[in-house]
């Protein structure tokens, strides 16, 4: 008898087939343009960003890593980056999609989740949680996956 009781899927590279160099640069792009007619010049943003997101990596779990993200990035733009958060939320609801054109597509995804579910295992996603949840929830539907089946 088995003792494994769970499966755990990646998804950037996995899941959903990708090269991380240009979906990164796709993504930077995006949101680039979507917030540069808003006073965010383009290099200084992915510059914020990136650090952002290594506050993320060095978070110690006393914070969530949204908290981390968004505490050193406001340190960066102070009042601005909270009047303007929802141009960074309207990004991921509206723009977000055309990164997807740089992203593969395998059916073995979907077949591979739903196989193993079949067969009685609980299947978890384990992602870096380093993209707010909107992003991760999008990512998973690029792969022909809802967020539901984990």
Not at 32 to 49: D, N, R
Not at 127 to 142: G, L, M, S, V, Y
Request: glycine share 6%.
């Amino acid at each position: 008898m088995s003792h494994i009781k769970m499966v755990l899927f990646d998804l950037d590279g996995t899941l959903l087939p990708m090269d991380q160099d240009i979906f990164v640069k796709a993504y930077f792009k995006g949101i680039a343009a979507k917030l540069a007619p808003h006073g965010y010049a383009p290099e200084e943003l992915i510059a914020a960003i990136w650090a952002g997101t290594n506050k993320m990596i060095q978070n110690d779990g006393s914070r969530s890593n949204e908290k981390a993200f968004w505490a050193h990035f406001d340190s960066l733009y102070g009042e601005k980056a909270d009047r303007d958060l929802p141009l960074f939320d309207a990004f991921y609801r509206e723009n977000f999609d055309a990164v997807q054109a740089v992203c593969g597509y395998t059916p073995c995804a979907g077949e591979a989740v739903a196989r193993f579910k079949s067969m009685g295992f609980r299947v978890a996603l384990a992602t870096n949680p380093i993209f707010p949840a909107i992003a991760t929830e999008k990512r998973i539907r690029w792969a022909g996956l809802t967020p539901e089946d984990f």
